[in-house]
């Protein structure tokens, strides 16, 4: 074996770890686009206001999609091995993003009718796959690099890890949970009765604010905990 091949193969991991941050930042990419034309223009403009559930949908989803994006870089940054298990898992959790952005497209369509709580489910089902499976792979990056790891690296690694799989429990939870109607949203209007602005499934309502408290509870709890066990 030649010098110039030993070096490449010495090289290898970094450069595949490149590529596939690379392919992931594009994929993620492109989902942003895709949750972009998931917008359409109402038939009246005041309906930007007064039906502003599309709204709150595509502000969940950005949200959602941009903290997947940087948990992903710093995977990728910090705890990546470029092996089959872990390109699998992010194979996954890419795959699993896209197909969300096209169940909101679901969800917008049916939110008014009883299907809404159907597609909302679905959704969220896309929702604790693609985090699930982004968490699992820090979960493996945790165990190859722990040794090789800064004691800030190994803290911060394990409170995501913790509020990833806090956040996928909650946002399940939320929507077994939820009964399966459609609440409504009201506002005063300047000199009017208050008037329905959008109908949201209880699912995503309650799905989404169960799914944030209990990903903070954990990633701030839990740590404390476990080193309060420690001290005893």
Do not use: C
């Amino acid at each position: 074996m030649s010098e110039l091949q030993v070096s490449r193969d010495k090289g290898w991991p970094e450069r595949a770890t490149h590529r596939l941050e690379a392919f992931s930042d594009i994929v993620i990419g492109f989902s942003l686009a895709q949750l972009g034309l998931t917008l359409v223009i109402p038939a009246h403009a005041i309906e930007f206001v007064t039906r502003p559930a599309g709204i709150f949908a595509f502000i969940v989803t950005f949200a959602v999609v941009g903290r997947f994006w940087w948990v992903n870089f710093l995977v990728f940054e910090h705890y990546f091995r470029p092996n089959r298990m872990m390109v699998a898992l992010n194979f996954i959790a890419l795959g699993s993003l896209l197909l969300q952005i096209f169940a909101l497209q679901l969800y917008l369509h049916f939110a008014p009718l009883q299907e809404g709580v159907v597609a909302s489910r679905i959704y969220f089902g896309l929702f604790a796959l693609s985090y699930g499976m982004q968490g699992l792979m820090l979960a493996l990056g945790l165990r190859y690099h722990w040794r090789a790891l800064s004691p800030q690296l190994r803290r911060s690694g394990v409170r995501i890890l913790l509020s990833r799989f806090g956040v996928v429990v909650g946002s399940t939870l939320g929507n077994l949970l939820a009964s399966n109607h459609l609440v409504k949203v009201y506002v005063n209007a300047v000199g009017k009765q208050s008037m329905p602005v959008a109908n949201l499934s209880t699912s995503v309502v309650v799905g989404t604010l169960l799914g944030a408290i209990v990903g903070a509870l954990a990633s701030w709890v839990l740590p404390r905990f476990f080193r309060s066990l420690k001290t005893t």
